[in-house]
């Protein structure tokens, strides 16, 4: 079974500072991905980065990197250069075979931007 | 370009009603997906449909009735729906059913079952 765990309910972080989100995984697949998404108060759910199990580099994309540790199997999302339009609720997924590739989502993290 | 549409943006129904939700994706993904998500949790998958075929149902009641026309389009089909089935209706779409591939979502549909 596989279990994304996000254990920062809420944070609140200045404007222009740098902020990082927890996400661990489990799993006993040697092949799966790792997925962010953001969702603002409108609801649509927003890729932001993926992360495959063999890439060797962090994967970034623009302000937003992802900071993978896998013997730890930790994959944290970092936000730098923070501005307002960055609150929202953050999710981190993984998707992998021994669930049938669905999609499966952490609680969520909601980020609050303080100007 | 990553669109996928939805219509409508938002649906009020009484209990006896018969309403349809409609996503529609043009990246020629071949996967397409119905979430539903409760306010302040992650969504929870309903349907999956792989070369326009039903792959995953995960126990949805009956009164939620997916249809896939062709591989652009998706509907759900809603027939006497209860109160709490009242969330936002997510469509995703993927290239395909595979552990690298990214879901694209739509911007969702706001479902009021009254």
């Not at chain 1, 765990?5 to 996400?23: I, N, R, S, W």
């Not at chain 1, 302000?63 to 929202?88: E, H, P």
């Not at chain 2, 995703?92 to 009021?112: D, K, N, V």
Request: some cysteine; glycine content about 6%.
């Amino acid at each position: 079974a596989q279990k994304i765990t996000q254990t920062q309910p809420g944070m609140f972080v200045q404007e222009k500072e740098a902020v990082t989100l927890d996400c661990t995984y489990d799993t006993s697949d040697p092949s799966y991905g790792l997925f962010w998404y953001k969702q603002p108060s409108s609801g649509e759910m927003i890729f932001l980065i993926y992360q495959g199990s063999y890439d060797q580099q962090n994967a970034t994309e623009g302000r937003y990197s992802l900071n993978f540790q896998k013997a730890r199997k930790s994959a944290n999302l970092v936000i730098s250069a923070s501005q307002l339009g960055d609150s929202a609720m953050y999710f981190c997924a993984m998707r992998d075979r021994s669930n049938d590739y669905k999609l499966s989502f952490g609680a969520g993290t909601t980020v609050t931007v303080r100007a | 370009d990553t669109e996928v549409t939805q219509t409508p943006k938002h649906l009020v129904m009484g209990m006896t009603n018969k309403k349809s939700l409609k996503c529609e994706q043009h990246m020629g993904h071949r996967a397409m997906y119905w979430y539903k998500q409760k306010a302040k949790k992650p969504p929870e998958l309903m349907f999956v449909y792989s070369y326009e075929k039903l792959s995953i149902n995960e126990s949805v009641p009956s009164r939620f009735s997916p249809e896939c026309p062709n591989s652009s389009l998706l509907n759900l089909h809603l027939h006497a729906l209860q109160p709490e089935d009242s969330a936002l209706y997510l469509c995703a779409s993927s290239q395909e059913r595979a552990y690298q591939e990214t879901q694209y979502f739509g911007p969702g549909t706001r479902l009021l079952v009254l």
